[in-house]
T-cell receptor, first 111, second 114 residues
């Protein structure tokens, strides 16, 4: 498996429910970033969590990082139809700015 | 809020033609990147650029690709002789520093090579 793998690959929920996406990585990191991509559009940065942080919040987003398990999770609470998008985690294992993206989780929120 | 912009949003070209994709990074950023995303696949790093030279490039970034910062604002990606497999969405990104820092992405240029 490759650096930055998300699961599940696809997730379908009802509006108002919470959505949890997971990301695993293989090498040590200084930080991990989550991005959102609406269909056919650009990448929108959601949140960056540093290796010395365990949890971070931004609005309805909650990100956790477990460096011992080399995993991160993104929780979207009280989801909305507008949250429908693909979500990617990205790491920079070489610390050179070269982001490595996973395949992403495609989230569908049904109204 | 400052943002990265890219032009054109769509480009259709014939195989073998040269294309130049343009990006205007966020004004106080010093590090610039190009990524691409083939339809249905994940985002892949192409190249990073700092202080008017390439910092790192991937295997994808072969001799057909080049980058340039021709003035204080634009950052371009040139593909000299396009191939069918170059069809993809190309994203420019910029960051204030090289690591420990968020990369901000542009909306992308969708390139179709016929």
């Amino acid at each position: 498996s490759q650096q930055g793998e998300e699961d599940p690959q696809a997730l379908s929920i009802q509006e108002g429910e919470n959505a949890t996406m997971n990301c695993s990585y293989k090498t040590s990191i200084n930080n991990l970033q989550w991005y959102r991509q609406n269909s056919g559009r650009g990448l929108v940065h959601l949140i960056l969590i540093r290796s010395n942080e365990r949890e971070k919040h931004s609005g309805r987003l909650r990100v956790t990082l477990d460096t011992s398990k080399k995993s991160s999770s993104l929780l979207i609470t009280a989801s909305r139809a507008a949250d429908t998008a693909s979500y990617f985690c990205a790491t920079d294992p070489s610390n050179t700015g070269k982001l490595i993206f996973g395949q992403g989780t495609t989230l569908q929120v049904k109204p | 809020e400052p943002e990265v912009t890219q032009t054109p949003s769509h480009q259709v070209t014939q195989m073998g033609q040269e294309v130049i994709l343009r990006c205007v990074p966020i004004s106080n950023h010093l590090y610039f990147y190009w990524y691409r995303q083939i339809l249905g696949q994940k985002v892949e790093f192409l190249v990073s650029f700092y202080n008017n030279e390439i910092s790192e490039k991937s295997e994808i970034f072969d001799d057909q690709f080049s980058v340039e910062r021709p003035d204080g604002s634009n950052f371009t990606l040139k593909i000299r002789s396009t191939k069918l497999e170059d069809s993809a969405m190309y994203f420019c990104a910029s960051s204030a520093t090289v690591n420990q820092e968020t990369q901000y992405f542009g909306p992308g240029t969708r390139l179709l090579v016929l």
